[in-house]
């Protein structure tokens, strides 16, 4: 097994070494018998796109998950803002200012794009649910402000003529649109993308490639996401991590990835 | 509106109609935009300031008179903004086609000899960014939005807000300003404007102030426009219908133009503002339509019902109530209970329920297209126009509409028909020249200042004219039958399910054809009766699409058997084709005219092979323009049909002569 330890931490310039917002130290999560994650470490830089790549069943949305609470490893620890934890919630990742989209899309289908971005408000809104049923007095006051918000990232990401339709009317190219507009309407600090791009054509691609662009470059969040077209992957992203096989294989920028033998063996499979 | 009345030879110009409009009616909106889901409004004094600011650091950047100043984007306030901001100061706006790539609208810039760029967005900012690598003259780079270019670093790149800051920071009053508004004359150019051409490269139509306000003088008069007025505005900037109707005509009647959300949003926001005026190609009334089919044929037994029931009624007393004459009781009591129950609700769907005039103009609209809106009620007319006119040339008065024809001329307009059948016009409205192009300006106008439309027409019993089709496309088939492809090609666009079609015949023994099918309609066809596939060009050249098709031909052809002039000139046969015409291929213009050339050379495989009767099916390669700009093939194997003609009865045509 071959580790590629890279001083990752240190960053490309030693001068000016980038804060770490996440930590994820020799983590290991297992099912039964089965090694989902096999003793990985790496960190996610403030205001990155990292990329999590690696062939199918290598562990990639396992590591996501570990992420933001829904699995606990059995072994390691992660440190998010310096505050190093053994197990959290989903909720309580999402306080601390982790959202993420889903592989498939996971949106209330029955509502609109507008409510569904409304929902991701849901944290931020301090009156009860009483108060939310009066839609009165200072509850509508505190309504009108988070619609303020939704409305901007409407803007932002161009969904202004979807705002009434139910989303399971929509094409899937905007349903990702719309859950992403939900995760970012949480207003997180980390964003996790898993596969924000499957199934999508190549114009839906570059479209989703130039909002992640932008939500990384307006909004300062840091994104890790899962990709499988490596175009993108390059493109897109600062820095990227391997895993194959539950294990991580190489992890660098995109360029000493790519030439990285481990990796090209990884996905192009090696000759017997 | 009977505030002191306008004087023709004081407010001779744009920039001194927004002085005059901020004095009089300077609370009035004047423009609206919807941003963050809620309509915004700016009064005629606002808009003033806007203005005012933007022109003064423009001035600090350099603007002078006569410089040229290309404006990019969606239909935004602050770019109609930047077009009376330069021409406060004397220069001369050039609106340019958003969506064309860096090679076509580099070349209009180098050719206005553009040195400044009023932009809406990072993606126009590149686009100028990279022509300004080749055309060093484009000093000055205005941006609108924001988003994205806040760690843009670039010489000359300068947000719309910076540029008002060095305005009002400038230390320079606004009676400079007003001086410099003051020098302004009818005779000044007020705008270039560049033609999409289907032949060749874009020609700059030259208008002068003196033409921007005649034309918004005469439509105001012919249709009795007011301040009241609500315009929604969505059509490219570059267009002269645009910059008529959503400009100059705002200035000089002084009412409200509202721009859009976005692109997409247009009906429900055009819902919202409850648009009285309005403006658009006969493509977009065609959408409605497809639309209202297609939901239709979703909708439930009684509905369908209820809705073809009343559509009856509509179709056959609507456009009799519309004009006022007198139907029966019965046939008012129907009505208004259709109005009630579908009109009304439908007209609310599309936007329309407040309009009170709304024009088609552009292109040929289909009777049957036309007919209906009249039916629901809608006062939809017809006016025939060019940008070298201003716009208007003929329209149609209230009371007088007739389906096929387009109008009597307008206000001060004089018209006449050359020997060789082409439609020739005067007005004060026609442009000056072409910009930088001697020749063509020769060509098109002659001394005595008539204009040659290029259309082939003729003026009808009641004084009407009537555009039969493009002068030069007009031909002939070997026999000696007239041959305009025009005029066969919008039948069959007619049909929802044909978006694009283009006839051959000329100098040929008979007429054959190429179609495109319409994805929309024909897609949700395919929904409905299970037909699976997987690409446009699977679905054209499906069994079934291909027997929709002929029946829709067959029509055409029974339709053309009936007219005397062009029973000859049936369809023989007919492909579809195995891609859509595209502007990014620069097979039809960016407002979707075939370029004939372009298409005649890149399908010229599939032309022979239609006039090749031992051929069923052809394969063909042709090569596809990205939006991007990237390049690929497509490869096709297309099946060619024959058609059945229609026997000519020569003797109803004499019946109907007589």
């Known amino acids: ?272 | 509106m009977t505030a002191e009345a306008r004087d023709a030879s004081v407010h001779d110009t744009i920039p001194k109609l927004l002085l005059r409009n901020a004095k009089i009616r300077g609370a009035r909106p004047a423009m609206r935009e919807k941003d963050l889901g809620i309509w915004q409004t700016w009064s005629w004094a606002e808009t003033l300031e806007e203005i005012r600011d933007l022109a003064l650091g423009l001035r600090v950047l350099g603007l002078k008179r006569g410089d040229r100043v290309a404006i990019v984007g969606d239909n935004r306030p602050r770019l109609y903004w930047a077009i009376c901001s330069a021409q406060s100061l004397g220069a001369i706006p050039v609106p340019v086609y958003q969506d064309s790539v860096a090679e076509e609208m580099g070349y209009v810039l180098d050719h206005a000899g553009v040195k400044f760029a009023v932009v809406e967005n990072q993606e126009q900012v590149d686009k100028l960014l990279e022509i300004r690598e080749t055309y060093k003259n484009l000093k000055e780079i205005v941006f609108d939005e924001e988003r994205g270019l806040q760690n843009y670093d670039v010489d000359g790149v300068r947000s719309y807000a910076t540029v008002q800051q060095l305005g009002r920071d400038s230390g320079v009053g606004e009676d400079v300003w007003r001086s410099e508004i003051a020098k302004g004359k009818a005779e000044d150019t007020a705008i270039i404007l560049y033609t999409s051409g289907t032949t060749g490269r874009p020609k700059g139509v030259v208008l002068t102030q003196g033409a921007c306000v005649w034309a918004a003088d005469t439509a105001e008069k012919f249709d009795n426009l007011t301040e009241k007025e609500e315009v929604i505005a969505y059509l490219p900037m570059a267009w002269v219908g645009d910059h008529v109707f959503s400009y100059a005509q705002s200035y000089v009647s002084g009412y409200c133009v509202n721009c859009p959300e976005s692109p997409e949003t247009i009906i429900v926001d055009r819902r919202e503002v409850g648009t009285t005026y309005a403006f658009a190609p006969p493509r977009i009334y065609e959408n409605l339509i497809t639309q209202t089919t297609v939901a239709m044929e979703d909708a439930s037994a009684i509905k369908k019902k209820m809705f073809e029931y009343f559509l009856g009624v509509a179709r056959e007393y609507g456009e009799d109530i519309l004009n006022g004459k007198s139907v029966p009781l019965m046939a008012r009591v129907k009505y208004w209970l259709g109005n009630f129950m579908v009109y009304g609700p439908l007209k609310n769907r599309y936007g329309l329920s407040k309009v009170r005039i709304g024009y088609t103009a552009g292109e040929a609209i289909g009777p049957e297209i036309f007919k209906y809106y009249r039916a629901l009620g809608i006062n939809l007319k017809q006016l025939y126009g060019q940008t070298e006119a201003a716009v208007y040339i003929t329209g149609q008065p209230d009371g007088e509409i007739y389906a096929d024809t387009v109008g009597t001329p307008m206000g001060g307009v004089e018209i006449k028909i050359a020997d060789s059948g082409e439609v020739m016009y005067r007005s004060p409205g026609i442009f000056t020249e072409y910009y930088k192009n001697k020749e063509a300006t020769r060509d098109t106008k002659t001394a005595d200042g008539w204009v040659h439309s290029g259309d082939a027409g003729f003026i009808d019993d009641n004084g009407h004219l009537k555009i039969i089709d493009r002068a030069k496309d007009v031909g002939h088939l070997n026999d000696g039958t007239l041959f305009p492809p025009k005029y066969i090609e919008n039948k069959l666009k007619f049909f929802p399910n044909i978006k694009e079609a283009v006839a051959f015949g000329d100098g040929r023994d008979e007429v054959t054809a190429f179609i495109n099918i319409d994805l929309t309609s024909v897609g949700s066809w395919a929904e409905r009766n299970n037909v699976v596939y997987a690409s446009y060009q699977e679905l054209a050249g499906h069994a079934d699409v291909y027997k929709m098709i002929e029946e829709h031909v067959d029509a055409v052809n029974r339709e053309l058997s009936r007219e005397e002039r062009v029973a000859g000139a049936q369809i023989s046969r007919f492909l579809i084709l195995h891609k859509e015409l595209d502007p990014d291929d620069g097979e039809i213009t960016r407002t979707a005219k075939v370029r004939r050339s372009l298409v005649n050379e890149r399908y010229a495989v599939l032309i022979d092979a239609l006039y090749d009767p031992s051929r069923k099916r052809q394969k063909i390669k042709t090569e596809v323009t990205f939006e991007d700009g990237r390049r690929g093939d497509i490869e096709g194997d297309v099946e060619i049909r024959d058609m059945k003609l229609h026997a000519i009865d020569r003797a109803s045509f004499k019946e109907a002569a007589e």
């Not at chain 1, 990292?50 to 390691?76: C, D, E, W």
């Not at chain 1, 509508?140 to 009434?164: A, G």
Request: proline fraction near 4%; aromatic fraction near 6%.
């Open chain 1, 1 to 272: 097994m071959n580790v590629a330890v890279k001083p990752a931490a240190a960053g490309n310039d030693s001068a000016n070494a980038p804060e770490v917002m996440l930590d994820i130290r020799n983590v290991s999560l297992s099912f039964g018998g089965v090694h989902a994650i096999k003793d990985v470490s790496f960190n996610i830089n403030k205001g990155e796109i990292r990329a999590i790549i690696g062939p199918n069943g290598a562990g990639k949305t396992s590591m996501l998950n570990v992420i933001n609470g829904f699995y606990h490893p059995q072994v390691g620890e992660i440190t998010f803002k310096g505050e190093t934890r053994a197990q959290m919630r989903p909720y309580v990742a999402a306080t601390q200012g982790i959202a993420r989209t889903f592989q498939n899309v996971a949106l209330f289908r029955g509502m609109s794009t507008l409510d569904n971005i409304m929902s991701g408000r849901t944290l931020k809104m301090h009156r009860n649910f009483f108060w939310q049923m009066l839609r009165f007095g200072p509850a509508m006051q505190e309504e009108v402000e988070h619609r303020e918000r939704v409305e901007e990232i409407i803007d932002f990401l161009e969904i202004q003529h979807i705002r009434r339709t139910p989303v399971g009317r929509l094409p899937y190219g905007l349903q990702k649109r719309v859950e992403l507009a939900r995760a970012l309407a949480m207003e997180p600090e980390l964003l996790l993308l898993d596969e924000p791009m499957a199934g999508m054509n190549l114009e839906e691609k570059e479209d989703m490639s130039r909002f992640i662009l932008d939500v990384n470059d307006q909004f300062g969040t840091t994104i890790a996401l899962i990709e499988h077209d490596m175009g993108v992957v390059m493109d897109l992203s600062t820095r990227v991590v391997v895993l194959d096989h539950g294990e991580k294989i190489a992890d660098g920028t995109p360029a000493e990835v790519s030439s990285n033998q481990d990796v090209i063996d990884a996905y192009l499979g090696v000759a017997h």
